[in-house]
């Protein structure tokens, strides 16, 4: 494929437009279920590690 085709220039079809949108947002899901595991992780991480081993406070 040549970068000065012009069939590159033509504007998407319908027909396009609906398989790219059929697809979804799995990417962005899966980035968004990424960071949400990372920050659960993290916090359990400073629970367990910083205030348990502080005890009970008085």
């Known amino acids: 494929m040549d970068a000065n085709d012009p069939s590159h220039d033509a504007p998407p079809t319908d027909e396009d437009v609906e398989r790219v949108l059929a697809a979804g ?34």
């Open 25 to 58: 947002p799995a990417g962005a899901i899966a980035v968004a279920g990424t960071a949400t595991v990372i920050v659960i992780a993290i916090w359990f991480a400073f629970y367990f590690f910083v205030f348990l081993p502080r005890g009970v406070i008085q």
